[in-house]
């Protein structure tokens, strides 16, 4: 990692909790517990008002408090305080008159666009020791109206965000001078092999965050809270793969696809007995069948789907005399997978009571319906009508179509999977027998970004259809772990993922993380075309510029809007039923 | 040899395609690029391309250039004209304006063509077309639909419907449509000729839809759904009375030539012309003469009669004064026609002569004296009117002929040839004393009586005759008085005898019968002068006078009229009463026809093909009113050919539109 | 609601366009009967026709404004311009009009209308063929490439050491590589891309190879490799440059089809009676 741990850090932190009650023998030889700590975790100071952690961030990793406090914000902060712009709809006549007067110069800024952190707003940028850092300008006044908890030494935050690859749920603000351990993700993993260490965290994480995850689920919203506190209790939490997928993606996507399938960890196997429903809580996982002597993708789940329903639902409904089903297909891991297992037993006893008929699968569902005999015109318009559980599931004919379709089901969904672009929620997907190559998308591109396109017509193309290289809206925001000051956010309610660019300092880790290139860093000139340069160093300001899928623009994304031939698309590839259907409808 | 082997960086990926120009770098390219008008800005400058957009840009601004070129062309007024002209004119209109000078050549046509400011106001197009057009069409009437007046238009309607039987038309969905484009009195000229579709395109074609348009209750094929008609195309006004049906069945075959019955051919009259169209009569010598003319001279040499003294009762003449013998002893005698013209012309006259019963002298009753009296008055302005013709010759007659509202033209005519000297010798010899003939009076009416004793005795036909040559040769005004006196003593001494008309008069004239105390006029075949100015003369005459009617019961009259029906109509012209006029050249109508098309076809070639004698027809004679003995050519005639696929059924085919009114 | 898909869009805007365009004749007809001018009607419906045409090329001018996507104006576009051809044969009385002006007014109009189906005929068809070749090159990358290309050509000879293969294929190279390489695609080449230069090249290279030994051999196989990525880009540029040039042909004689034709029509309104 760097090397501010020393040995003699090291050696300090052995000696404070939790590391001093960890048994060294529980960790294998080749990662000892020092190794660890060497180099999986790091000290940092943090000064006052130091924002740690921001609420709706992603990170990697969880961080203890060694001395000081740090406080919690129970409430949200005003993104204004966390030196963010809140994002606003211009008006047309704004839209008019910057497109009108766009500037002739790329990537011109006003100051103060540039300047990290103006003074009326509530944050800004300072360099801590060898890192920069953005502070909470009116520290107390904040903390005072805001309802906060104190963390103090020996206490740990983060964990859930780091090990489950999910938003941070607070904002996290240095009370007094504080020293915090960042522990990576990687550390975390090995660390819980200590079982008190596990334990806790795992008590933790079920208190606080289980029974939530869980009542997430469409399927377990209509249980009653004894029977999710159950299924709770029993559910269990496993990982596959490695979180940090990104860094290998340029190799891995180079493989052949049978070669890659047989790299990814295998969670299911077709065939087996079904013993748990498998909930996806983050990551992306492979539904295979084998064919021949390989295996054929038939679709690929993401957050929030299920595996095993209808094959579980099946066995349980079933009458006693018909054999129960084997999983119909295998689930692997796509980089990095991080499920809840509910034990079918449970699942049958706690949940199914409470499913709606019309969620389950169609085979399911019958069962039920020959069991108790019910209206069965009412129940199969409503089963007909509503969608499937699995949305991942494929109905697609597979097998190349009489007509020389030259598109091929199998092979695309490979492609996507093989190069994550089923990561996307808002993918640009070209048309190419339908794009004319005529650039409109991206100098409507430009046109929205006072003259700056943010994407290039390029990209991996599969058949026809050609994956451009334009930020897509991670459903796994990669780009958003690492930001040193925030600058990078989520929106919660879109998923648009968004640079603020008065708070960028420029450091590139974005760019560095996301493995779409789809993150440009972008040297910023003043609108006479002179370079905006650092102060201090000399160099020349960046700023991380990517689509922002003209969040403030009256007219939603240009690029779409601009094309004249339904060549192009913003599509969410986390499912493939998005795709499927526009790929229907040009058919 | 694989592909694989070579390995090409990607280019570049800051594109900007909305820019104008692009860096010109071949590797890398600078971060900043070209700003404004393509200048590189970096250190080591390189040549910035122009991108895409640039170069589109630019070739735009070539293109815009040149549209604006075009339009200053376009607006140029010398070439205006030329380039502004939708469509070559048709080849009549071009050729007019082919002389006008190039910018005033819209302005011809289209009264608002020029730029504004110099365009005329409330000039329409149609008064553009009327400056030249109104030779043929009044400019009155020029823009009413068919130029006719509203009223007219109506009053068709009317009749047309009263002809369909209906008073009111189906409804149909057509009546939904909305209304006519055109204001039936207002109709542009443009409304159906359109211009600059050519210079061989027809301007008067017309589609069936465009008359329908105003006549909305539509019509379907011609055969179909035209209303049908039942006198066409006879009873248009013929002035010939010629009766087909008889020659054809009976005159002809009964006429034996050569040992056979001749053919009724009808191109004998109704030859072809040079046109193709064929003549409607033709003449009296051509056709009638070789079996009408000995029964005609007969009937012609009946003549008619100027005057003719009645006959009275002794007491009567003897009130009179000067009487013939002759014509005295029992009352007899009808006043001729033009007697009773020329003597109502006296108030006291006029109305002693009507109160004679059907001015028929025979039918006084001799005890009754106001009769007498009235008679008395009668004759003696018998006498008188003779006196005063014998004294002041023609111009009394036609002064007289005036006040009985004779036009003095046709006066002239029916007396030119009748000298004066006739009626003087006549008094002369008939009231014996010519000394007191110019003032005769009741009184002195005694002194008169032997002298008219005396006048047969000097009567002298042959001289009369001769004089009646000499008016017919001569101009009576050149007779000396001298020379008439030493005639009529030569007369005197000569010729006792009776002036046989027949014998003297065969080629017609003016003459005097002793016998019957007559002046006549002897007819002398087809064509007479005299005789058509009398039937002209009765013609001014209303119908119901006495004298018309005895004029046309006079045996020569009757004649002419038989086959001249027309002559007495008043209201035409001398030669429209006498001769067919052809329809050619009449005042246009809403329906046309033309017989050489028709005659082309073989079947067609055969007159009666269309024209059949209606069988049992009689042929009404009136002076108006012509009857005729063919049957009515029918719709079915027409309706084999005019259909849509063959000879077309188009409304114009039949039917004009442009329908003169007569003045 | 799912969106329908482009062959019953297609459908229901043909049925559209008949629908709108019998309607627009029956009126035709209907006044043509009723005496009146009907060619200001068909007239104007041509001019409006044209106005919601050029609106088009407004909204691609204005991306920024949320005025409905532009393929849905592509749609009305095109169907609103098969409609517009129509009246047009309505409203003249000869496909090409008598008369300079109007001559040239209807030529213009016939270019637009022609060069309109060309562009729908081009953009369904041509993209196929685009992505059928290998290498999706941005348009205005194209001279980048080739540039990259024949430096890439040189270096390779650059690169040959000294011997007798190197002089057959240097020579070669300049007499056929260089000017392949070095210029580009000739004019006839951009109108009517054909295989023939490709085919030519290569098979020359081959018939080097017995002349060549290893090292040059494998050289002479990058070359051929270049060809055909030279002449794949050659192939990507000609038709992107037809894609690109028809519309700026339409969108200019559009232009000048809209003054003309507003010029036409007051002309016409003023000389009408």
Known sequence: ?587 | ?663 | MMPISFRTRRKLSLIVVAVALSIVYGIFRLEESRLAHASFFTGFTVLASILILILLGVRRRLPVLPLGSVSTWTQVHLYVGVFAAGVYVMHVPALIAGGVFECGLSIVFLLVTCSGFYGLYASRTLPKRLTAVEGQHRFDRVVWHRTQIAETARTLLDDLHENSGMRVLGSFYTHYLRPFFETRPSMAYVLMPTGVRRRRLLSGLKELDRYLEDESRSTAGRFAALVRRRDDLDYQFALQLRLRLWVVVHSVFSIALLAGGIVHAVIAWRHAG
């Open chain 2, 1 to 663: 040899m694989r592909r694989d082997e070579i390995n090409l960086s990607e280019p570049p990926n800051n594109d900007r395609p909305g820019d104008r120009w692009m860096c010109g770098r071949t590797g890398e390219p600078c971060v900043r690029g070209p700003i404004g008008r393509g200048q590189c800005s970096s250190s080591e400058p390189c040549r910035p391309r122009r991108t895409w957009h640039g170069r589109r840009k630019r070739w735009t601004l070539v293109g815009m250039l040149t549209i604006v070129a075009a339009m200053i062309v376009i607006a140029r007024p010398a070439t205006r004209a030329a380039i502004v002209k939708p469509g070559e004119l048709s080849t009549p209109h071009a050729q007019i304006l082919s002389s006008t000078l190039d910018s005033r050549r819209c302005a011809a046509c289209h009264p608002h063509s020029s730029a504004v400011g110099d365009s005329v106001a409330n000039v329409t197009q149609s008064d553009r077309c009327m400056d030249c057009h109104h030779e043929t069409m009044n400019r009155s009437t020029a823009t009413l639909a068919h130029n006719l007046p509203a009223r007219v238009r109506s009053d068709l309607r009317l009749a047309s419907l009263r002809l369909a039987g209906s008073s009111d038309r189906d409804t149909t969905w057509r009546d939904w449509m909305p209304s006519v484009a055109v204001d039936q009195e207002n109709v542009q000229c443009n409304a159906c000729h359109r211009e600059h579709r050519g210079a061989v395109a027809s301007l008067t074609a017309m589609t069936n839809d465009q008359c329908q348009t105003c006549h909305s209750d539509r019509f379907g094929s011609f055969a179909d759904s035209h209303p049908t008609w039942d006198q066409w195309p006879y009873g248009r006004g013929g002035v010939i009375a010629f009766d087909h049906a008889s020659h054809a069945t009976k005159h002809f075959p009964k006429t034996i030539l050569e040992g056979q019955p001749t053919s009724f051919e009808c191109g004998v009259c109704h030859a072809r012309q040079a046109n193709g169209e064929l003549t409607r009569t033709t003449s009296y010598e051509t056709a009638c003469q070789t079996c009408h003319d000995g029964a005609l001279r007969i009937e012609a040499a009946e003549g008619v009669e100027l005057l003719t003294l009645p006959s009275v009762a002794k007491r009567c003449a003897d009130a009179i004064g000067a009487w013939p013998e002759g014509a005295t002893g029992f009352y007899d005698g009808r006043i001729a026609g033009l007697a009773d013209l020329l003597i109502r012309v006296d108030a006291d006259a006029n109305a002693a002569m009507r109160s004679l019963p059907n001015q028929d002298f025979a039918k006084i009753d001799d005890q009754h004296d106001q009769s007498e009296q009235a008679a008395r008055i009668v004759a003696r302005e018998h006498r008188q009117l003779l006196e005063t013709i014998g004294n002041e010759g023609q111009s009394a007659m036609v002064e007289r002929f005036a006040k009985s509202g004779i036009s003095p033209s046709i006066a002239a005519r029916m007396i030119r040839s009748l000298p004066p000297q006739l009626i003087e010798e006549a008094c002369r010899r008939w009231f014996a004393d010519e000394d007191n003939l110019a003032e005769t009076t009741s009184t002195n009416a005694p002194k008169i009586r032997p002298a008219a004793f005396k006048m047969p005795a000097r009567g002298d036909d042959d001289l009369l005759g001769e004089s009646s040559d000499d008016d017919l040769l001569g101009d009576p005004l050149d007779s000396d008085p001298l020379d008439l006196d030493s005639q009529e003593t030569k007369s005197t001494v000569q010729q006792p005898s009776r002036f046989d008309a027949d014998a003297m008069l065969p080629a017609g004239g003016w003459f005097r019968d002793d016998r019957t105390f007559a002046i006549r006029y002897r007819g002398e075949g087809h064509d007479d002068p005299v005789l058509k100015a009398a039937i002209e003369l009765a013609g001014e005459l209303t119908p119901g006078d006495p004298a018309r009617t005895r004029l046309l019961e006079t045996k020569s009259l009757a004649a002419c009229i038989a086959c001249h029906p027309a002559a007495i109509a008043a209201t035409r012209t001398s030669d429209e009463r006498w001769r067919s006029y052809p329809l050619v050249g009449r005042p246009r109508e809403f329906t046309k026809f033309a017989h050489s098309p028709h005659l082309n076809i073989a079947g067609l070639s055969d007159c009666r093909h269309c024209h059949t004698i209606a069988a049992g027809s009689v042929v009404s004679v009136s002076a108006n009113q012509h009857g005729h003995e063919f049957a009515a050519v029918g719709i079915e005639a027409c309706a084999g050919c005019h259909q849509s696929s063959a000879a077309g059924d188009a409304c114009v085919k039949c039917h004009r539109y442009h329908v003169e009114t007569s003045p």
């Open chain 1, 1 to 587: 990692m760097d090397a501010s741990i020393t040995d003699a850090d090291v050696a300090w932190l052995r000696s404070r909790e939790p590391f001093a009650s960890m048994d060294g023998k529980a960790f294998p030889r080749t990662i000892p517990l020092d190794g660890i700590l060497r180099n999986d975790t790091q000290l940092h100071r943090c000064e006052p008002g130091q924002i740690i952690v921001r609420e709706g961030d992603y990170g990697n990793s969880a961080f203890l408090v060694i001395a000081g406090s740090v406080g919690v914000a129970i409430e949200s902060l005003l993104p204004q305080q966390l030196g963010r712009t809140p994002q606003e709809k211009l008006s047309w006549k704004d839209a008019l008159t910057n497109y009108l007067f766009r500037s002739q110069v790329p990537e011109s800024r006003r100051s103060d666009q540039v300047t990290t952190g103006s003074i009326d707003a509530g944050g800004s940028v300072r360099q801590v020791d060898d890192r920069q850092a953005i502070f909470l300008q009116d520290f107390d006044a904040v903390m005072g109206s805001k309802r906060s908890v104190s963390l103090g030494p020996g206490e740990m935050f983060g964990e859930v965000a780091a090990m489950y690859r999910s938003p941070r749920t607070a904002t996290v603000i240095a009370e007094t001078e504080a020293t915090l351990l960042e522990i990576r993700w990687q550390g975390l993993k090995i660390l819980r092999r200590d079982q008190n260490f596990a334990d806790t965290l795992d008590a933790h994480y079920r208190e606080h965050w289980l029974s939530i995850h869980l009542r997430e689920l469409p399927l377990l919203r209509y249980l009653p809270e004894s029977s999710l506190a159950r299924v709770a209790a029993a559910t269990a939490m496993h990982s596959f793969g490695r979180m940090e997928w990104n860094a290998d993606y340029k190799k891995t996507r180079l493989l052949p696809v049978q070669q890659q399938i047989e790299s990814e960890p295998i969670v299911a196997r077709e065939g087996r007995m079904p013993t748990d429903l498998i909930v996806m809580r983050s990551g992306f996982g492979r539904l295979s069948q084998s064919y021949g002597a390989s295996d054929r993708t038939t679709a690929y789940l993401g957050k929030g789907h299920v595996f095993g329903l209808e094959e579980i639902a099946y066995n349980s409904l079933r009458p006693p005399t018909s054999p129960p089903k084997v999983l119909q297909q295998s689930l692997r891991a796509i980089g990095f997978l991080d499920a809840l297992f509910i034990p079918s037993e449970i699942f049958a006893q706690e949940i199914l009571p409470h499913v709606r008929r019309s969620e389950l699968p169609e085979s399911a569902a019958r069962m039920i319906t020959e069991a108790t005999e019910q209206r069965t015109s009412e129940g199969s318009d409503r089963r007909r009508s509503t969608r499937p559980t699995e949305p991942g599931r494929s109905d697609w004919n597979d097998l190349p179509s009489p007509e020389g379709q030259q598109f091929q089901p199998t092979g695309l969904l490979e492609f996507i999977v093989q190069n994550r672009v089923n990561n996307g929620t808002q993918a640009m997907v070209i048309d190419l027998h339908r794009c004319t190559r005529c650039d409109d998308c991206v100098k409507a591109c430009a046109a929205t970004h006072d003259g700056n396109p943010r994407f290039v017509r390029q990209g991996i193309a599969h058949e026809q259809l050609q994956f451009v290289q334009a930020c897509m809206q991670c459903s796994d925001p990669v780009c958003m772990i690492g930001c040193p000051t925030g600058a990078i956010t989520r929106d919660e309610k879109s998923g648009v993922v968004r640079i603020h660019e008065s708070i960028c300092v420029g450091c590139g880790t974005c760019a560095a993380s996301c493995p779409y290139e789809n993150i440009r860093m972008a040297e910023v000139f003043d609108t006479k075309g002179r370079p905006f340069t650092d102060v201090e160093t000399g160099k020349s300001i960046r700023k991380a510029t990517k689509c922002d899928m003209c969040q403030s623009q009256p007219s939603g994304p240009a690029c779409v809007a601009a094309c004249p031939h339904d060549a192009l698309v913003r599509i969410d590839l986390t499912e493939s039923k998005p795709l499927q259907h526009w790929l229907e409808r040009r058919s």
